[in-house]
């Protein structure tokens, strides 16, 4: 890392790509997603053959996934706010990243077991 | 008199350009931003700063929405596995969550849709490139946009 940088490298960074990387990808998934809801105008035959593919294990898994997007860019999008507008943000940003990682391990924790649910039911009985 | 030929305490060296001093100056440097004659008059407006307090006050209803969205749909009542077609007929059938599914559409696309455009503008460098990288975006925006609004006021749970 190159001498005297208070940027590069250092979290901020590394939280400002995570930020932009979940985000392209979450806008990615709505256009597929309201694609996919629009069979609803279809007939409830394709729509409910399209929400079978959500339920298979692996895209199950990638709905967890995509859970662990959405919740990091929501939590870190209210720090980039709070820094933004909050006259002592930008003094607190890293407690505040370290905050946002806490948080969202917590919550990830939280939901394995529900948004799972299905594919662990398939896959080991009940 | 002897300043001429001398050389004067103050004077900079660059490299590579000898001794720049009052009777051999730098060569005068443009600043970037100047305004030309090609530079169109009336672009000076604000779009950019109302771009970026959207970003801001559209995130903090999204997270309400989206959350909630996400909540619903994968968490609560069975998760991922009651979902189909009867589901999304009683949901719909209430004007409540037909007004949020509406705004969540609208502000998630606009706001995913601003976002992706800094990222063109951040990392297409051909003019061509951007121009059309742009035009693709506002396309699939205008037509994902238009669509789900469509499907929400159209929806019919007796279709066949
Ligand atoms: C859940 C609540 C959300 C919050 C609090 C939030 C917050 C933010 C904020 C504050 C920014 C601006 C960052 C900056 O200027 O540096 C941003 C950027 C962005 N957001 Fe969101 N957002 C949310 C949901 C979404 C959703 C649903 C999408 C996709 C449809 C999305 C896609 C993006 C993209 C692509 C960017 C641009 C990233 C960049 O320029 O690096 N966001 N978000
Ligand atoms: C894997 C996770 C998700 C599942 C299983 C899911 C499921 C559904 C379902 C069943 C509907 C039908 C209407 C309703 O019940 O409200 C719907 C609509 C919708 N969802 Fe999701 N959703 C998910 C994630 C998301 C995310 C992350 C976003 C936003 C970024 C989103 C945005 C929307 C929108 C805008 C609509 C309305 C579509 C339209 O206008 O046609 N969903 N979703």
């Given at each position: 890392m190159p001498a005297g940088t208070l940027y590069r490298g250092r979290e901020g960074m590394w939280s400002w790509v995570a930020h932009r990387v979940t985000g392209v990808l979450i806008f990615f998934f709505l256009f597929v997603h309201v694609l996919d809801t629009s069979l609803v105008r279809v007939s409830p035959q394709a729509y409910d053959n399209v929400v079978a593919t959500y339920k298979n294990p692996i895209v199950n898994l990638m709905e967890y996934g995509l859970v662990a997007a959405i919740?990091?860019?929501a939590l870190n999008g209210l720090r980039v706010i709070a820094v933004d507008f909050w006259s002592k943000g930008p003094k607190y940003q890293r407690?505040?990243?370290?905050?946002?990682?806490?948080?969202?391990?917590?919550?990830m924790a939280g939901a394995f077991y529900p948004v799972l649910d299905h594919t662990l039911r398939t896959l080991f009985g009940s | 008199m002897s300043a001429e030929t001398s050389t004067p305490a103050d004077a900079v060296e660059l490299a590579?350009?000898?001794?720049?001093?009052?009777?051999n100056p730098a060569p005068v440097i443009e600043p970037p931003r100047t305004r030309t004659k090609s530079t169109p008059r009336a672009t000076r407006t604000n779009f950019e700063m109302y771009g970026w307090l959207f970003m801001r006050l559209s995130g903090i209803v999204l997270v309400?929405?989206?959350?909630g969205h996400l909540l619903i749909q994968l968490v609560l009542d069975g998760g991922v596995t009651k979902i189909g077609f009867a589901f999304v007929a009683g949901r719909w059938a209430s004007p409540f969550w037909q007004m949020w599914d509406l705004l969540m559409l609208w502000l998630a696309m606009l706001h995913g849709a601003n976002g992706l455009r800094t990222v063109i503008n951040d990392y297409a460098e051909r003019d061509n490139t951007r121009f059309w990288l742009k035009m693709l975006?506002?396309?699939?925006?205008?037509?994902?946009?238009?669509?789900?609004?469509?499907v929400i006021f159209t929806f019919d749970p007796n279709i066949q």
């Open positions: 919740l990091f860019h407690q505040m990243l370290w905050s946002v990682v806490g948080i969202w391990i917590v919550l | 590579g350009a000898g001794t720049y001093s009052p009777d309400v929405l989206v959350l975006l506002y396309t699939a925006t205008v037509f994902t946009v238009f669509l789900g609004t469509l």
